[in-house]
């Protein structure tokens, strides 16, 4: 089995990209990502691509073939629905196809572009994610999904909306330097406190916003990357990905992930590494409280301690495990479909040393990415090691 190095990362800019199409901006991304890779449009001989919820905001579904076509590839092209996990499926199996020797080189990322829509039909089109029968015919949106967990995960372990108000602070600070993320602005604990109530106990600053952008990974085996004399010293050891009952009624439990532990669990054991291993982490932060869940599902807490995490100053960049150094979804931005191309995109560039936040993490060398769908009935997660 071969390892896998990320020769090149692409992204646009998170935020509203108005009068833009979806194929412009995963063109965008895709062409920085080569160009970062020193790799030409002929060699890559497959896309991954992920995408959500094209189908309602662009009315166009078989996307992958015309995003190959807008980023000049002449390969096969797959389209990789996960909700919100789109993109870190795409990695995924693009990660597995290099490894088994199927292919030397791909392009793995997504897109999606959601600021077209009012605030009402994004609602909508998101909440698709959700158990239709059971849970959107009911009325239930994630807002009000993540607020019931958080409600549970208070009741059972503790913390309180101050907790999370320094999540959502720590985050806007870290995307403070990030060229693309969508909220370059202070927010701080007070302010965050202060907002309007979206879903008791979330307000309007524990959530992340609405967001067009797209996100590409040029992934190669390693020995396409001594052939080519490619410069790519980060590589993707481990890879896992677990799932959960969609309904949040039908699990077991509500103040915790089970389908992003199995997805670490699986991940650690394929990089062959602990959580302790772990030196810095982008992980899916869409509401607040979601950060918590996932540093837990990692490992890295253990059940009931991560919420004070921020508020202790261990997850902040000067602080013991940085976490989100891009900004998060929070304050980065969270175009679905792109989400999980970006956080291995902003790892890479942490590890590599060329983030404007890299300097935080000068010697890290294992970080951990956590993309998850929906209420994490979907999870995946990625190791990423500086190779050499």
């Not at 020193?38 to 662009?58: K, T």
């Not at 579904?61 to 190959?68: T, W």
């Not at 108000?165 to 927010?187: F, G, I, M, P, W």
């Not at 040029?218 to 001594?226: D, F, N």
């Amino acid at each position: 089995m071969t390892g896998v190095r990320v020769a090149g990362v692409g992204l646009t800019e998170f935020g509203e990209h108005a009068g833009r199409t979806g194929r412009d901006l995963f063109a965008e991304a895709a062409n920085v990502a080569l160009r970062d890779a020193g790799v030409d449009r002929e060699r890559v001989e497959q896309l991954n691509y992920g995408n959500f919820m094209g189908a309602l905001a662009e009315r166009q579904s078989h996307q992958a073939p015309l995003m190959a076509e807008a980023a000049g590839l002449h390969c096969p092209a797959t389209r990789y629905e996960e909700a919100c996990a789109s993109a870190g499926v795409a990695v995924r199996e693009a990660v597995r196809a290099v490894r088994a020797g199927e292919v030397d080189v791909a392009v793995a990322g997504g897109m999606e572009r959601m600021t077209n829509l009012s605030t009402e039909r994004v609602t909508e089109s998101l909440a698709v994610a959700a158990d239709e029968l059971f849970e959107v015919r009911a009325g239930v949106t994630f807002p009000g999904a993540y607020a019931l967990m958080a409600r549970r995960y208070f009741d059972r372990f503790g913390g309180d909306q101050t907790d999370l108000a320094h999540v959502a602070s720590k985050n806007h600070t870290h995307a403070l330097d990030n060229e693309y993320a969508q909220y370059q602005r202070e927010v701080s604990v007070e302010e965050t406190l202060d907002a309007p109530t979206v879903a008791s106990p979330l307000g309007l600053f524990d959530a992340c916003p609405v967001t067009d952008g797209a996100s590409a990974l040029v992934l190669v085996s390693e020995a396409a990357a001594q052939r080519h004399d490619l410069t790519a010293p980060v590589a993707i050891t481990g890879t896992g990905q677990g799932s959960d009952r969609a309904a949040l009624q039908d699990r077991e439990t509500i103040a915790e992930t089970p389908a992003a532990r199995r997805a670490a669990t699986a991940a650690y054991d394929d990089a062959g590494i602990t959580a302790d291993d772990v030196a810095v982490a982008e992980v899916h932060d869409c509401f607040t409280i979601a950060e918590v869940f996932a540093l837990e599902s990692l490992g890295l807490y253990e059940p009931g301690e991560a919420v004070g995490a921020a508020r202790r100053g261990e997850t902040t960049r000067d602080g013991e495990l940085p976490v989100n150094l891009s900004g998060g979804l929070k304050a980065k931005g969270h175009p679905v479909g792109a989400t999980g191309g970006s956080q291995i995109a902003e790892l890479t560039r942490l590890l590599r040393g060329d983030h404007p936040n890299s300097e935080w993490v000068s010697d890290a060398e294992v970080g951990v990415t956590h993309n998850a769908g929906g209420t994490v009935a979907s999870a995946v997660v990625h190791v990423l090691e500086v190779a050499g």
